[in-house]
């Protein structure tokens, strides 16, 4: 039998290097050859034009040309994979940590100590400042993979990643890779760059009385303008130029590589979208996008506190009577005209997803979001800009951060590596979602490679989920969902506060908790409801709460969705809480843990906030430091030091 099982596995491999051979006979044009987007004029021409395949495919390994051969493909694991009973309490460390070396153990023991430590966590990123002149570039380096750089960060680089990601895959455990690298600069630095890419013009409109409590909530505050200010839990990317962006991107599609190369195309690549272009142009954008929603409403007569948004939609016949009842004169070509923008698909109903592909746009983006307004005499017709002062050189940035948007998406799709869009602060965040939902429009038809995220210590974040799982319900799209609690709270309370406008967060812990588990749910329903074998509805749980991992589970094996159905997944972050990350793992759960990467001088910073972290969270630490302890004295009662971890617990 081994024989045979031997043969089937030499079989399947030389079916893989065929197909392998097969893809990479197309001819694919160059990365040189693909034209250099320098102004206006040649953005919108590439941005119209049909997708290009920007990599050669001769580096695609056999396991993604496999995946896209057959649907229900499988990696080939060298023994079946052994698995353990969940254990929901959480508590069983011996399997917890089996993982780990001793030296891990002891390290991890040191390092969530000293992060208990207030002083410590406070002063961090001016401790590692300090450490770093007195001791030297070798030296510090030395300390630094010795204590917090060797628990938080996964390596320097792709290829040193190797040997982490595949022990972590012996345990069960995926990979989410991330490169870490971080600015540091002051918080006064920070915020002037952020305020002079500010046009003045739309500061001295932000500033205008009269202006309603929801489009405050789009106006650039310079007291705000340190967007890393009270945000532990995510990383920020401070815009410098259109240069640094191409950069970002560059950084991405490396990232993807990575992905690809070293987690046999199971993982994740983690993307920010204020990494790929101004980041004032989305909060532009989504001033305009909220606005888009209240008019309408308005000409709908329609409540949007109690009706999801997708519901709202109507016949183009009945909404030329709408129209013409609040004094528009729809027989005018330029109303005609406006009405073909927002029915593109021409089927006779309006709704705000059809109102323009804000990606694809062939017109202005001003253009593209403006709306006809009551005009006196029967010839008149006026439109609204819902924009705010959208010059040329505005256009142009825009359309260059949809170009490299596009091309990372289409980059992640060709190598087989899902794309996880960050959430932002809440001034970013209606663009970011409309993008990543047109994103899922286009690219999730076969299987869901882009997933929006969805932070649900906001109180909008419930109907905002119905709408876009509707939505893809509607247009037969798979859906993708990561769901947090969120990382800019703080934050988002005090610049509410400050500019006067509703708190858009839940009042405390228990709300937010209350809803996650009411996302979770329904997501769960949806998935069965969709059927679950057809994986038409994904879900990433990306939480350190045990709590919640509970509550997933049970809710799971209530609705009968398996852990091999692959359609909910865990994540957590490398160096905490692998007693609910390696419990999930080896007990079959699909679990991915976010490993981040890069140079020790380059990740600094986010060290500094993983201390922070920790420091805020001392109750999980608690626990963790028990079980760690509990595990080392075990092994030194054992005589098992030199343990050498070594594990079969294969991933789903």
Same mark, same amino acid.
């Given at each position: 039998?081994?024989?045979?099982?031997?043969?089937?596995?030499?079989?399947?491999?030389?079916?893989?290097?065929?197909?392998?051979?097969?893809?990479?006979?197309?001819?694919?044009?160059?990365?040189?050859?693909?034209?250099?987007?320098?102004?206006?004029?040649?953005?919108?021409?590439?941005?119209?034009?049909?997708?290009?395949?920007?990599?050669?495919?001769?580096?695609?390994?056999?396991?993604?040309?496999?995946?896209?051969?057959?649907?229900?493909?499988?990696?080939?694991?060298?023994?079946?994979?052994?698995?353990?009973?969940?254990?929901?309490?959480?508590?069983?460390?011996?399997?917890?940590?089996?993982?780990?070396?001793?030296?891990?153990?002891?390290?991890?023991?040191?390092?969530?100590?000293?992060?208990?430590?207030?002083?410590?966590?406070?002063?961090?990123?001016?401790?590692?400042?300090?450490?770093?002149?007195?001791?030297?570039?070798?030296?510090?380096?030395?300390?630094?993979?010795?204590?917090?750089?060797?628990?938080?960060?996964?390596?320097?680089?792709?290829?040193?990643?190797?040997? @982490? &990601? $595949?022990?972590? !895959?012996? +345990?069960?455990?995926?990979?989410? #890779? =991330?490169?870490?690298? /971080?600015?540091? %600069?002051?918080?006064?630095?920070?915020?002037?760059?952020?305020?002079?890419?500010?046009?003045?013009?739309?500061?001295?409109?932000?500033?205008?009385?009269?202006?309603?409590?929801?489009?405050?909530?789009?106006?650039?505050?310079?007291?705000?303008?340190?967007?890393?200010?009270?945000?532990?839990?995510?990383?920020?990317?401070?815009?410098?130029?259109?240069?640094?962006?191409?950069?970002?991107?560059?950084?991405?599609?490396?990232?993807?590589?990575?992905?690809?190369?070293?987690?046999?195309?199971?993982?994740?690549?983690?993307?920010?979208?204020?990494?790929?272009?101004?980041?004032?142009?989305?909060?532009?954008?989504?001033?305009? @996008? &909220? $606005?888009?929603? !209240?008019? +309408?409403?308005?000409?709908?007569? #329609? =409540?949007?506190?109690? /009706?999801?948004? %997708?519901?709202?939609?109507?016949?183009?016949?009945?909404?030329?009577?709408?129209?013409?009842?609040?004094?528009?004169?729809?027989?005018?070509?330029?109303?005609?005209?406006?009405?073909?923008?927002?029915?593109?698909?021409?089927?006779?109903?309006?709704?705000?997803?059809?109102?323009?592909?804000?990606?694809?746009?062939?017109?202005?983006?001003?253009?593209?979001?403006?709306?006809?307004?009551?005009?006196?005499?029967?010839?008149?017709?006026?439109?609204?800009?819902?924009?705010?002062?959208?010059?040329?050189?505005?256009?142009?940035?825009?359309?260059?951060?949809?170009?490299?948007?596009?091309?990372?998406?289409?980059?992640?799709?060709?190598? $087989?590596?899902?794309?996880?869009?960050?959430?932002?602060?809440?001034?970013?965040?209606?663009?970011?979602?409309?993008?990543?939902?047109?994103?899922?429009?286009?690219?999730?038809?076969?299987?869901?490679?882009?997933?929006?995220?969805?932070?649900?210590?906001?109180?909008?974040?419930?109907?905002?989920?119905?709408?876009?799982?509707?939505?893809?319900?509607?247009?037969?799209?798979?859906?993708?969902?990561?769901?947090?609690?969120?990382?800019?709270?703080?934050?988002?309370?005090?610049?509410?506060?400050?500019?006067?406008?509703?708190?858009?967060?839940?009042?405390?812990?228990?709300?937010?908790?209350?809803?996650?588990?009411?996302?979770?749910?329904?997501?769960?329903?949806?998935?069965?409801?969709?059927?679950?074998?057809?994986?038409?509805?994904?879900?990433?749980?990306?939480?350190?709460?045990?709590?919640?991992?509970?509550?997933?589970?049970?809710?799971?094996?209530?609705?009968?969705?398996?852990?091999?159905?692959?359609?909910?997944?865990?994540?957590?972050?490398?160096?905490?809480?692998?007693?609910?990350?390696?419990?999930?793992?080896?007990?079959?759960?699909?679990?991915?843990?976010?490993?981040?990467?890069?140079?020790?001088?380059?990740?600094?910073?986010?060290?500094?906030?993983?201390?922070?972290?920790?420091?805020?969270?001392?109750?999980?630490?608690?626990?963790?430091?028990?079980?760690?302890?509990?595990?080392?004295?075990?092994?030194?009662?054992?005589?098992?030091?030199?343990?050498?971890?070594?594990?079969?617990?294969?991933?789903?």
């Amino acid at each position: 039998m081994g024989l045979l099982n031997y043969r089937l596995r030499l079989a399947q491999q030389a079916n893989h290097t065929w197909k392998r051979h097969q893809v990479t006979q197309r001819a694919v044009p160059k990365i040189k050859d693909i034209p250099k987007v320098d102004s206006l004029k040649s953005s919108k021409a590439l941005a119209g034009s049909p997708p290009l395949p920007l990599f050669k495919d001769h580096d695609v390994s056999p396991d993604i040309l496999a995946k896209r051969a057959d649907p229900h493909w499988t990696p080939i694991y060298p023994s079946p994979p052994s698995r353990i009973p969940i254990d929901l309490t959480f508590e069983n460390y011996k399997e917890c940590y089996q993982s780990k070396t001793t030296g891990e153990i002891v390290r991890a023991l040191l390092v969530l100590n000293l992060c208990r430590i207030s002083w410590i966590g406070d002063h961090s990123l001016q401790l590692i400042r300090i450490a770093r002149k007195t001791l030297g570039k070798k030296l510090f380096e030395l300390a630094m993979k010795a204590t917090f750089y060797g628990h938080f960060v996964g390596g320097e680089d792709p290829e040193r990643l190797k040997p @982490l &990601v $595949e022990r972590l !895959r012996q +345990f069960g455990v995926k990979s989410i #890779l =991330d490169y870490s690298a /971080e600015e540091d %600069v002051s918080s006064e630095t920070a915020s002037k760059k952020e305020m002079s890419i500010v046009p003045k013009d739309v500061q001295e409109m932000s500033s205008k009385e009269g202006q309603s409590a929801v489009l405050r909530q789009f106006n650039p505050s310079e007291n705000f303008g340190d967007r890393r200010k009270d945000v532990v839990s995510a990383r920020t990317y401070l815009y410098e130029n259109e240069v640094q962006c191409e950069k970002h991107m560059a950084t991405f599609l490396k990232c993807i590589d990575a992905v690809s190369g070293t987690t046999y195309s199971t993982g994740f690549a983690a993307i920010k979208l204020t990494a790929l272009g101004r980041p004032e142009l989305l909060m532009r954008l989504s001033a305009a @996008l &909220v $606005e888009s929603r !209240r008019y +309408f409403n308005h000409i709908l007569g #329609l =409540d949007e506190d109690t /009706e999801p948004m %997708v519901m709202r939609r109507t016949k183009v016949e009945d909404f030329k009577h709408y129209l013409t009842e609040r004094g528009i004169f729809v027989e005018k070509p330029e109303i005609q005209e406006w009405l073909g923008h927002i029915d593109t698909n021409r089927d006779g109903v309006v709704d705000l997803f059809e109102w323009g592909d804000v990606i694809d746009q062939t017109k202005k983006l001003d253009r593209l979001l403006r709306v006809p307004v009551p005009f006196a005499g029967p010839e008149g017709v006026q439109f609204k800009s819902l924009l705010k002062k959208f010059t040329d050189e505005d256009e142009e940035m825009f359309y260059n951060m949809m170009r490299r948007l596009k091309i990372i998406t289409e980059h992640a799709v060709s190598k $087989e590596v899902r794309m996880m869009i960050d959430a932002e602060q809440t001034y970013f965040q209606p663009a970011i979602s409309r993008l990543t939902i047109e994103l899922m429009r286009r690219y999730n038809r076969d299987k869901a490679y882009v997933f929006n995220t969805y932070q649900c210590y906001l109180k909008n974040t419930y109907q905002d989920f119905i709408t876009h799982l509707e939505l893809s319900r509607k247009e037969d799209f798979f859906f993708g969902a990561k769901i947090v609690r969120g990382a800019y709270i703080k934050q988002e309370r005090d610049r509410a506060a400050q500019l006067n406008y509703p708190d858009p967060t839940q009042p405390d812990f228990e709300s937010t908790t209350e809803n996650y588990e009411r996302v979770v749910e329904t997501a769960l329903e949806e998935v069965v409801a969709r059927g679950v074998k057809d994986r038409k509805v994904a879900i990433m749980m990306a939480t350190h709460n045990e709590g919640t991992v509970r509550f997933t589970v049970q809710k799971m094996k209530e609705l009968g969705i398996a852990p091999a159905d692959r359609v909910v997944c865990f994540g957590q972050l490398l160096g905490m809480c692998d007693q609910i990350s390696f419990n999930l793992g080896q007990a079959g759960y699909s679990i991915y843990k976010y490993v981040p990467y890069g140079e020790v001088e380059e990740v600094l910073p986010y060290l500094s906030r993983r201390a922070l972290e920790n420091k805020g969270v001392l109750e999980k630490t608690a626990k963790e430091r028990r079980l760690l302890g509990k595990e080392l004295g075990r092994r030194l009662m054992s005589g098992q030091l030199m343990y050498t971890p070594k594990g079969d617990y294969w991933p789903v």
